[in-house]
């Protein structure tokens, strides 16, 4: 008995479940002893009864030594008992030990591997979106997780005052793998931070850069309606006047356009190293919105030149018109002025008219052909029939007068 009570003392302090183990089947092996043991304990007591109920003389104290065995085995007995309700419940702390450590360790590696994962082979604005959301999700299963570690450190705990010898060894270990779920929060908050400000200035970009297209995409528009206009249509010159100032306005918004496609990519400029994949969706659309900008505006330009040229045709020949109409009422009034005098006037004076109305004959015949070539409006039409029709008429009355106050040079005339 006093072999199995020091075989019990050296059982009370497990180093491990395999210890824990161990002295399960030491308590088991015990027990079964003491089985053995009390059958002889017992075999001992009848022996006693019987000898004490014969002739045969016992010493004193062979009762209570008796007494005393029996009491020994049930310390005996009691000491394995509790050991055994003890070493279960270690055993039990020890699973759940094992369970929450594999968990926290697991734990720690699938949100390094999915920090990793999360990250786009192909930077856009939908990718970030995601990867955003996803880091996040991690990050508030991170905080729920805290109560594993709390947990975690409760058992250890525990262990600690039941296996002193490997508390040391289970407490190290636990820190390293904190240290490992610590980094790897602070990695994860780092990287939802750069996330987040790429994020945004993705967006940033994205507005802009949709704004802008979607400015150019209605200029553009414009610009068609203006190229669309009958350049030989009646009264082009009512039109192509404010068409010219929508021109010029257009061309100073496309201008503006231009100016915040190039502003955008210092947006660009500021998003970090993007690998090359990623790179081309955003330049290759900013490149495209700058070319476009581009055509239009050597378009634009193109088409007001287009627009100035004619004007100044029409008014060019406007002045023209306006010059000769002015000639011939002069040599009209001065005309009728001859007509009103004296019966027998100077020939020469008519002979004057004559050839002041033939001098602008080129004129006369330049304007009849410019007039075939610009769409002029009916009111031009009219007004440069109308000259024609006075010139004739001028210069076939003077030529008249002239020949019947006597006879006169010839003098070369062309008509209209």
């Given at each position: ?9 050296t059982?009370?302090?497990p ?14 092996d ?9 059958k ?17 003389p ?32 270690v055993l ?7 369970k ?10 699938r ?29 508030d ?7 594993s570690?709390?947990?975690l450190?409760?058992?250890i ?5 039941r296996c ?13 793998t904190?240290?490992?779920?610590t ?41 068609q ?20 100032q ?22 660009l ?6 690998p ?22 050597k378009m634009l330009?193109?088409k ?16 023209q ?14 005309l009728d ?70 006879p ?9």
């Open positions: 008995m006093e072999a199995q009570e020091e075989r019990l003392k059982l009370q302090k180093g491990s479940v395999i210890s824990v183990q161990k002295m399960l089947l030491d308590c088991q015990i027990e079964n002893q003491l089985a053995i043991k009390s002889a304990l017992d075999e001992l007591r009848q022996s006693y009864l019987t000898s004490e109920s014969g002739t045969m016992l010493l004193e104290d062979t009762a209570s030594r008796i007494d005393g065995l029996f009491q020994k085995r049930s310390s005996v007995i009691n000491q394995v008992n509790e050991l055994k309700t003890s070493m279960h419940s039990q702390e020890w699973k759940v030990y094992d929450l450590y594999e968990e926290v360790t697991m734990m720690t590696i949100f390094w591997y999915c920090m990793e994962h999360s990250k786009p082979v192909v930077l856009s604005l939908e990718a970030l979106r995601c990867q955003v959301q996803n880091l996040q999700s991690l990050q299963e991170a905080e729920n997780s805290e109560e570690w709390e947990k450190q409760e058992v705990g525990k262990l600690k005052d002193p010898s490997v508390a040391e060894i289970i407490k190290e270990k636990c820190q390293e904190h240290a490992r779920w980094q790897v929060n602070q990695d994860l908050a780092d990287q939802l931070q750069k996330a987040q400000s790429l994020l945004q200035l993705w967006k940033a970009y994205n507005s802009a850069h949709t704004e802008a297209a979607a400015r150019l995409a209605q200029q553009e528009a414009k610009y309606q203006l190229e669309n206009i009958n350049m030989s249509g009646n009264n082009l010159a009512e039109i192509l006047t404010p068409a010219l929508d021109v010029k306005e257009l061309q100073r918004d496309v201008q503006k356009t231009k100016e915040d496609l190039l502003q955008n990519s210092t947006l400029d500021r998003l970090p190293q993007l090359e994949a990623s790179a081309h969706v955003p330049l290759s659309k900013q490149l495209h919105s700058l070319q476009r900008a581009s055509y239009l505006e330009l193109m007001a030149n287009e627009f100035e040229f004619v004007l100044s045709q029409f008014k060019d020949f406007g002045d018109l306006e010059s000769l109409k002015g000639l011939i009422v002069h040599e009209e009034e001065n002025k001859l007509n009103h005098q004296e019966k027998e006037a100077n020939p020469d004076l008519f002979l004057n008219h004559v050839l002041a109305m033939t001098a602008q004959s080129p004129d006369v015949e330049h304007l009849n052909e410019v007039s075939l070539k610009l769409p002029l409006s009916d009111i031009a039409v009219k007004t440069l029939q109308n000259v024609n029709r006075r010139w004739i008429r001028a210069t076939a009355t003077a030529l008249e007068r002239c020949r019947s106050e006597g006169i040079p010839t003098i070369p005339f062309q008509g209209s």
